[in-house]
């Protein structure tokens, strides 16, 4: 390094020289040339090592090092001065001087960063031409765009050809960054991606917010070009963002709210030194709240439930991952209530989170007797061995599709919210039932399906255009359920879920980020509701519209107390569901919930409640569902 800049700072002041004095060279200079020569090389290999830029990164050299090279020629130029004042002052003009700085400087600079850059050109022209190569636009030309692209360029089995960027920020539209133009705004995207024969877009725009999500989605609806986004985790990475980060978009960029933050150490207080009981625990939702619960140090947690290899596969994990938690597994059916005490009796819980159910609203309109002898009765022991073991809380997961039922699964939601009120009347245990809608990703949400249709090349089925659900991760849902069950809010919590999504668009944009085009290499067929499902779900009855919200995201409802003969229906409940008499289920259903509609009944179900109406309301909830 310092031989090649000798040879450069030698030349620079020799052409220097040239060009002040043209042919006409004094001879008093060309006596003293050879001495400023050296004196000069000296100089400045003096403040290059000073500066350090005798190491240098030819890969990852950037304008930290080239404000170093600055500084370093503006200092030797500085000393040098100083020196030719003392000897050369007379046949060494200052021109020169000031020449000789502006050709150094371009010649250090070149010699330093021409190898990286011919570098780069080199691997951008290999990758244009390689075959499987992706032609990509960057969304986003801020500091995440920037370090992104600076790896892409780096990296030689990158697998994207990146043709540009594109961003809304007027300032920067025309310009350059790392070599790539800002090609235009992001509502210029399909005319982008058709000109340049784009097809993949990385999204570097780590806090990119829904609603632009899904407006992105839509301007690309018609093209094929599949998707990556930093995930936000990663935008405090200023300095760290690379290529590796990239995840695919998936649908939880797509919900129409904010990211909820959770205060662990608010959770920890509540949960730490607990023993805790969970049902259902190997399910989608009860395996989640094992999972957060058993990270915050309970003094021991018990996993209920009946599908043995789902419970062992997440007690191994569990043990795995949290080696200190005493955990239980425990192969029960909560129907068994003399099952249910003696776990009681055996454990002690102080928490019970009560996530087992059955939740399938198709197949639970095939088998009524079913969901109630698990989602009512199941409900009911649960809650007596916590009542009879003392326990602290008592927690139930319910469901947006319990308001105005129209499935025997949501009626059956509804009772068991009535049930525990019943029981919390005369028991020291505290007891809540928190709601909520869809979860992504859950055993029953429509996204595993539709990922598995679009995998088999469609179609994606949807029940109908306008239907509407309400959506939340799992993780957020369970973080805000541990929050509302065990913060003592009231009998009823309900979790704010943001806007609700049409399962259409959903479906559309599923396909999209999948990189195909919806109804062209994907289609989207309307199969019609099925027994039981509403095109719409609400999270509040009319009776339990006024609420009041107790913390972020969380709001508590009063609902109406269960009728003065709730146990004498129960008990006819109880009949029917055992006889498998599903046409008296559904009556005894009507009895005790007269918001519950059933929708689609089959056969001759339908022909007998439409000749024999339920009977009369009972007191304490009235009929609204007409």
Known sequence: MLGVDSVLIAGSLLVATMLHYGDGLPISCKDILPRAVAMLVAVRLVTLVGMGLHRWSFHRSGIHE????????????????????????????????????????????????????????????????????????????????????????????????????????????????????????????????????????????????????????????????????????????????????????????????????????????????????????????????????????????????????????????????????????????????????????????????????????????????????????????????????????FILISTDKAVRPSSVMGASKRLAEMVIRDIAKTSRTSFCAVRFGNVLGSAGSVVPLFKQQIQAGGPVTVTHPDCTRYFMIIPEAVGLVVLAGLGGYGELCILDMGAPVRIAELAANMITMTGLVPDKDIPIIYTGLRPGEKLEETLLSEEEALTQQVRNRIKVAKSPAPPADFQLQLRRLDRAAKAGDALDVKRALQDLIPTYTPSRMPGTVAKVLSVFPPAKASTGEQNVSA
């Open 66 to 393: 080239a404000v170093r090279l600055e500084l370093a020629a503006l200092a030797g130029t500085i000393v040098f001065e100083f020196v030719r004042s003392i000897f050369f002052m007379d046949t060494l003009p200052a021109q020169v001087v000031a020449l000789e700085f502006f050709i150094t400087t371009t010649l250090l600079g070149f010699h330093r960063f021409a190898p990286r850059m011919a570098r780069q050109w080199y691997l951008d022209r290999r990758r244009a031409r390689a075959r499987g190569t992706q032609r990509t636009l960057i969304v986003g030309a801020g500091s995440a765009g920037d370090l992104l692209l600076r790896d892409l360029l780096r990296d030689r089995e990158s697998p994207w050809h990146v043709i540009g960027l594109v961003d809304d920020d007027p300032g920067k539209q025309g310009t350059f960054l790392n070599g790539k133009p800002v090609l235009g705004v992001l509502d210029a995207l399909p005319e982008l991606m058709k000109k340049h024969r784009v097809t993949q877009v990385l999204i570097a725009i780590p806090r990119l917010s829904p609603d632009r999500t899904r407006h992105l989605l839509s301007l690309c609806r018609h093209q094929s070009v599949s998707f990556k986004i930093i995930p936000a985790s990663f935008a405090f990475l200023d300095e760290k963002i690379t290529a590796a980060m990239l995840h695919d978009l998936a649908p939880e960029h797509l919900l129409p709210r904010d990211a909820i933050s959770f205060d662990h150490e608010e959770v920890h207080r509540l949960v730490s030194g607990r023993r805790i009981l969970v049902t259902g625990g190997a399910g989608s939702i009860g395996s989640e709240i094992v999972r957060q619960v058993a990270g915050h140090s309970p003094a021991s947690l018990v996993v209920v439930d009946i599908n043995e290899n789902e419970l062992y596969l997440l007690v191994r994990q569990l043990q795995s991952r949290h080696p200190h938690v005493p955990v239980h597994s425990v192969v029960a059916d909560i129907r068994d209530l003399d099952r249910m005490m003696r776990i009681g009796q055996e454990f002690s819980p102080q928490y019970v989170f009560h996530a087992a159910a059955h939740k399938h609203v198709p197949l639970m309109e095939e088998s009524p007797e079913e969901a109630i002898k698990n989602n009512v009765f199941g409900t009911q022991n649960v809650a007596r061995m916590a009542d009879a073991c003392g326990a602290e809380r």
